[in-house]
């Protein structure tokens, strides 16, 4: 289990993953990190050479025991998000604080259904849940429904296509809200009711929700789900950055 004390700690870039013109993960060397769960997230901080210093939270993307990797969107008016994704290279360091939180996470220990639904950058907390019952080797069928403006948005894209070709029982559901490619077979609207209600599973299996965009996308899933039946209790959500789709 991670040490409840959360200091910071020098971390030092070892490798860089371009996943979108916006998006770009970045694999963190942290001595002494205590370990993390999936969904958790931690904090960073970058410092000046006048001193001045800026901090912003992140989800973390990596599967328990498989290091420490950020996913990071640009935000045009962030302090943080430009540096990482467009300045940082390997052999940088930067201070890092966490795990941080303790109920939007998934340690994959129950047989229950899991539909994860994400909307852009929401994805990067939910794909550390995929990665951790790929590694774990967990029976519990995940479904992934993740909205992104277009294909060349969707963030983790081949690594996604991957795990749901495995046939284990992890499956990914994508819908394209502003553009589609020709042939594009998928969802090509906004995730509502009706549109959970042909990708969630009913509620009479129970299944565990977790849910992270920006705000009305969070609230639109949610709010979906329990005109769907869904407990309350089952859905566990988390508003993060500044997509949504």
Partial sequence: MPSSAVIWLSATVAGIVSETPRVRTLELDVPGWPG??????????LTAEDGYQAQRSYSIASAPDDG???????????????????EAREGDQVEVRGPIGGYFVWDGEEPDPVLLVAGGSGVVPLMAMARHRARAGSPAPMR?????RTLEDVIYREELDELGSRGDGFEVVHTL???????WTGYSRRIDRDLLAEVAWPASESPRVYVCGATRFVDAAADGLLELGYDARWIRTERFGATGS
């Fill in 36 to 45: 993390h769960r999936a969904g958790q997230h931690l904090d960073v901080r």
């Fill in 68 to 86: 420490v990797a950020l996913t990071v969107e640009r935000l045009d008016d962030g302090e943080v998000s430009p540096y990482l994704v467009d």
């Fill in 144 to 148: 992934l429904l993740f909205s992104s």
């Fill in 177 to 183: 809200t502003l553009e589609q490619p020709s042939g």
